[in-house]
């Protein structure tokens, strides 16, 4: 408020563009509330308070930019200005809900309380989850839960998975009690981001051994099942999740239309109608050429029945029906192609 006292032909020049200061301050005063603002205009002086007033009085229709702009300018000086932090979020969402309604006001909070932190967050997405769990793991469990709050949701859910297993119901019961984040902790987090982007560039690489392993059994000329059969005799638990890689459900758009009937055949219909929900068209479109016409069109009337299908169920169905196309292959009955092998005519 101490910028009143600036010459009026600034304030005139500004009005043409952006609200002018006095105009700002105006602004404020409205949002603070009636007994607020007679308690900052008992503070100024007689000229002070007629020149604040009348613009007061003429403020209309004020866009919601100028509020947020003229809030934010107030409290980025207020904090240059003094030692204290300001206002709590709570106390800020009152008054300007009385001044201009929950919707105005929701909107000026969210532009001071967080805003400046979500880009930052959003680098991280680069970030191996098991990292960033790693740089977060020996902080206290309320700043892990507003780390992970601002992360978005999958890479917050691989987050929590990896955090050490007897830790996780408390960061995730933290992370639903979250409401109003104070500014020293929103600092805090600004500094643990920060220290996570300075160590980006330094996080170890990773493979994905399993499919590796998968592709390259896949690939591997001569007996395939008996490397395998070798390799579960040393590690069962890998070889079976090898397995389930190398019998991916995108082969299924690299097979022979006999190959297809055949395993078409095996598979009941309502398995096919979840498990092409979403399916790569390249699947999709090998599927239904292996399909008899009537049975096409009722596969197409059961995928419209079945509606919407939770990702989890479409996996496991997915899975089933690879598992089928394994017995097929074990015993012999079809021959499988497991990767995009170049053909002769």
């Not at 007994?35 to 613009?55: D, G, K």
């Not at 987050?159 to 119901?169: F, I, Q």
């Not at 493979?207 to 591997?220: D, F």
């Not at 890689?245 to 095996?266: G, H, K, N, P, W």
Request: proline fraction near 4%; aromatic fraction near 4%; glycine fraction near 6%.
């Amino acid at each position: 408020m101490a910028e009143l006292n600036k010459p009026q032909a600034a304030d005139r020049a500004e009005s043409n563009g952006a609200p002018s200061q006095i105009e700002q301050a105006a602004i404020v005063l409205l949002s603070m509330g009636e007994e607020p603002a007679a308690a900052v205009l008992r503070c100024l002086s007689r000229e002070e308070l007629l020149e604040l007033t009348q613009v007061m009085s003429r403020l209309s229709g004020i866009k919601v930019e100028s509020v947020k702009s003229a809030i934010t300018h107030f409290f980025d000086d207020y904090r240059q200005q003094s030692g204290v932090h300001g206002a709590s979020r709570a106390f800020l969402k009152r008054s300007l809900d009385l001044a201009l309604g929950s919707d105005v006001a929701n909107n000026v909070l969210d532009s001071i309380y967080g805003d400046a932190i979500r880009p930052k967050m959003a680098r991280l997405q680069w970030a191996a989850p098991k990292w960033l769990a790693e740089r977060i793991a020996g902080e206290h469990v309320c700043m892990q839960a507003v780390f992970i709050a601002f992360l978005p949701p999958a890479l917050a859910g691989d987050v929590v998975e990896a955090l050490p297993a007897e830790g996780r119901d408390l960061v995730l019961l933290q992370v639903a009690r979250l409401g109003d984040i104070d500014r020293e902790l929103l600092e805090e987090l600004d500094a643990l981001v920060d220290r996570c982007l300075e160590g980006l560039g330094h996080q170890s690489a990773s493979v994905e051994g399993v499919r590796q392993a998968a592709e390259i059994l896949n690939r591997l000329p001569g007996n395939r099942q008996q490397m395998v059969e070798l390799l579960r005799a040393r590690d069962p638990e890998v070889v079976s999740k090898i397995e389930v890689s190398m019998y991916d459900f995108f082969v299924l758009s690299r097979q022979t239309e006999a190959v297809l009937t055949r395993i078409i055949e095996e598979v009941p219909l309502d398995q096919w109608a979840i498990a092409l929900k979403g399916a790569e068209p390249a699947v999709r479109d090998a599927v239904l050429r292996s399909m008899p016409r009537r049975q096409a069109q009722a596969f197409e009337d059961t995928m419209r029945r079945n509606g919407p299908v939770p990702l989890s169920r479409v996996e496991q169905t997915r899975q089933e029906i690879m598992a089928q196309v394994k017995a097929l292959a074990d015993a012999g009955e079809i021959e499988v192609q497991l990767f995009a092998e170049a053909v002769v005519e």
